[in-house]
């Protein structure tokens, strides 16, 4: 299936909220389907950001898509991707925390 954002001047929601709030959309999807039993991914590849299939897709003019969450049972191992080294990407930003804790 496919996630969508379709977000808009709002008098009380931030349109960056409302973006986000599709992440979370299909993050808790994602979650749901492996809770359930189920194997799911969350790709966008080229096809959701190709301008001649929004009209297949049946976008209106202002709805950007956040990914298609493809859900099923696993029919044979993953392949494992190469990942990051942990400390080289997370950061704890000190004044923050002090901050929050005032
Ligand atoms: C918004 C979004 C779009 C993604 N699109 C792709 C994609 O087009 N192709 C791809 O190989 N992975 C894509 N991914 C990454 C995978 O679906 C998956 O999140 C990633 O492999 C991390 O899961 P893993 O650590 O279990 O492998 C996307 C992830 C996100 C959050």
């Known amino acids: 299936m496919c996630i969508t954002s379709d977000a808009r001047t709002h008098p009380k929601i931030p349109e960056w909220e409302q ?3 599709s992440g ?3 993050m808790n999807m994602l979650v749901a389907a492996n809770a359930s039993g189920f194997d799911a991914q969350w790709l966008t590849e080229w096809y ?3 301008e001649s299939l929004r009209d ?3 976008l ?3 709805e950007k898509i956040a990914g298609f969450m493809h859900i099923g049972t696993r029919q044979f191992s993953k392949t494992e991707r190469d990942r990051p080294v942990i400390e080289d990407i ?3 930003i000190e004044r923050c ?3 929050l804790r005032c």
């Open 19 to 21: 973006v986000l709030s």
């Open 24 to 26: 979370a959309v299909a």
């Open 48 to 50: 959701s950001y190709d």
């Open 56 to 58: 297949d897709f049946g």
């Open 60 to 62: 209106n003019e202002n």
């Open 90 to 92: 997370y950061t704890v």
């Open 97 to 99: 925390m002090n901050v």
